[in-house]
T-cell receptor, first 108, second 120 residues
Framework: GQNIDQPTEMTATEGAIVQINCTYQ??????LFWYQQHAGEAPTFLSY????GLEEKGRFSSFLSRSKGYSYLLLKELQMKDSASYLC?????????FGSGTRLQVQP | GAVVSQHPSWVICKSGTSVKIECRSL??????MFWYRQFPKQSLMLMAT?????????EQGVEKDKFLINHASLTLSTLTVTSAHPEDSSFYIC????????????????FGPGTRLTVT
């Protein structure tokens, strides 16, 4: 089975940097994904890590440590439109299993 | 990038009726499709996984006789909610994954826009 934990809510200021952590326990790790989801919409893909280290994509970066069962999503230069839920998802041999999501509120 | 569509985007039905939701991969062949359900302010819960031409694999606690899944082709999967009840009201999201060599990457799951089902 899988167990994925991430904070329920976070608040940050426009222009700042925020780090959203995710810890997981899984049997058969086959990659970790981060998705962004605005209310009432489907998730959109942000990043994918399968090896340890940092993946950078514009204002978004994601880090993975497989030995620690730990990942984080780093958002830089926060914008108001970044207010959304951020879902950490772990893939085993079958499918993606999602964490409960972190609702990020960006304030002016 | 790979596109997944869902139809309808929203549906309202009466209790006891059945509703069919279609999921299509538009520009790649989806060897595997996934159906998720999301209740308000909760995360996505995997309901079932289906491979083209074979029976779906349901997650624990999901009634296979109530949620019928058909994956008849590499571009189409359907979810039928039979004898729907108000507690089935939810946001249903399908996701598709291609295979190596197709336009969809083999590691990424592409999500449809979701179908909001309301059962009255």
């Amino acid at each position: 089975g899988q167990n994925i934990d991430q904070p329920t809510e976070m608040t940050a200021t426009e222009g700042a940097i925020v780090q959203i952590n995710c810890t997981y326990q899984t049997s058969g790790f086959n990659g970790l994904f981060w998705y962004q989801q605005h209310a009432g919409e489907a998730p959109t893909f942000l990043s994918y890590n399968v090896l340890d280290g940092l993946e950078e994509k514009g204002r978004f970066s994601s880090f993975l440590s497989r030995s620690k069962g730990y990942s984080y999503l780093l958002l830089k230069e926060l914008q108001m439109k970044d207010s959304a839920s951020y879902l950490c998802a772990v893939r085993d041999r079958r499918a993606l299993t999602f964490g409960s999501g972190t609702r990020l509120q960006v304030q002016p | 990038g790979a596109v997944v569509s869902q139809h309808p985007s929203w549906v309202i039905c009466k209790s006891g009726t059945s509703v069919k939701i279609e999921c299509r991969s538009l520009d790649f062949q989806a060897t595997t499709m996934f159906w998720y359900r999301q209740f308000p302010k909760q995360s996505l819960m995997l309901m079932a996984t289906s491979n083209e031409g074979s029976k779906a694999t349901y997650e624990q606690g999901v009634e296979k006789d109530k949620f019928l899944i058909n994956h008849a082709s590499l571009t189409l999967s359907t979810l039928t909610v039979t004898s729907a009840h108000p507690e089935d009201s939810s946001f249903y999201i399908c996701s598709a994954r291609g295979s190596s060599g197709t336009s969809g990457s083999s590691y990424e799951q592409y999500f449809g826009p979701g179908t909001r089902l309301t059962v009255t």
